[in-house]
């Protein structure tokens, strides 16, 4: 009972002050956070808009956030448009469409990525899930009958063979992708797929929640402002990206001059975000918080011995007696030794 006593409030005092922590950090990070500008440019007589075709959220595919959280985040990463690209199937893209027309978000296009081995296709402006077990040509078809467009996603030299029959159908091609980033001696091979292609470039973020949405874009020529025109504007192979390690300009030779000569996209391509001190501060905040919760569960679990088991059971979970995980106060999952 004494001992009881003793450990409640000690654990509470360090709950509270790890939730204040949290909180700051949270509340802080957001006034620190600023969205990326939104800018109407126009060059060469089109309306030119920045858009992400690979995206996936967390309802029916991998991604962190929601399809709803997808546009709220797509505004705030300066997007005009993206394609939710959840795995097989279309619904996380509907959703997102749906939240976006009623709040006046970025144009969502409805897509998906058929994931197979050896060639990832991402479908854009499509109506209804394509199968992905189909043939890639079939694929493919299937994509331009619903009026989409073929993207082949991440084509790093161990997907051209799956490819390679279908070259001259495919409408884009990523040659900006994170893992680039990442691994730029990887970028090359992109690059040299993007040159057999011969179709559009697309740079595209494969966004799942770590990175940015947008932090690889397409800067689309369009027409005109809208889903079908952005379909027209990719058929027409009118895009310019900046990919790479050098942010190399990929795209329309015509259109590229243009941009180079007024410099705003290759400013807004850029994936250097400034951190603030406040976002520091938020950031130091946010990590003593989360140390306050997580550091005396790895005592405690040196605390679960056989001889203390019942005792820390019966204080902490008693349902820790029933199952061999048990859910501990501050929400982590912690193996119970039996
Ligand atoms: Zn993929
Ligand atoms: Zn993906």
Redesign the pocket.
């Known amino acids: 009972m004494t001992q009881r006593a003793r450990i409640v409030p000690s654990s509470r005092l360090r709950r509270f002050g790890a939730a204040a922590l949290v909180a700051a950090a949270i509340v802080i990070g957001t006034i620190a956070d600023r969205p990326r500008p939104h800018q109407e440019i126009t060059l060469g007589g089109y309306r030119v808009l920045a858009a992400d075709f ?1 995206t ?1 959220s967390s309802t029916w595919s991998d991604g962190s956030l929601t399809p709803w959280g997808l546009v709220i985040d797509a505004w705030y990463q300066g997007l005009d448009a993206i394609a939710i ?1 959840g795995h097989r199937q279309t619904l996380d893209a509907k959703w997102g469409r749906w939240f976006s027309e009623r709040t006046g978000g970025p144009i969502v296009l409805v897509g998906e ?1 058929l ?1 197979e081995i050896p060639h ?1 296709v991402i479908a854009v402006g499509i109506g209804r899930t394509v199968d992905s077990a189909l043939p890639i040509a079939e694929q493919i078809a299937e994509i331009h009958r619903q009026g989409g467009i073929a993207i082949a ?1 991440h084509p790093g030299d161990f997907f051209w063979s799956g490819f390679a029959p279908v070259m001259d159908q495919l409408d884009g091609t990523e040659v900006c992708h994170p893992f680039t980033l990442e691994y730029p001696d990887a970028h090359p091979e992109l690059e040299e797929f993007a040159r057999r292609a011969n179709a559009a470039a697309i740079g595209s973020s ?1 966004f799942h929640g770590p990175g940015r949405q947008g932090m690889c874009r397409t800067f689309v020529f369009v027409r005109e402002v809208s889903a079908e025109g952005i379909l027209e504007a990719i058929r027409a192979k009118r895009t310019v990206v900046y990919g790479g390690p050098a942010a190399t300009a990929y795209g329309d030779p015509q259109l590229i001059q243009i941009a180079e000569a007024d410099g705003r996209l290759r400013e807004m391509a850029s994936t250097e975000y400034p951190v603030s001190v406040l976002d520091r501060i938020s950031q130091i905040l946010g990590i003593v918080g989360f140390a306050l919760v997580i550091l005396p569960l790895y005592s405690q679990r040196e605390r679960l011995k056989p001889t203390n088991n019942a005792r820390l059971a019966t204080t902490i979970v008693p349902s820790a007696m029933k199952y061999p995980y048990f859910q501990c106060s501050s929400g982590m999952l912690v193996k119970f030794i039996p």
């Open positions: 690979h996936h690209t990525e994931p990832h996603a494969d």
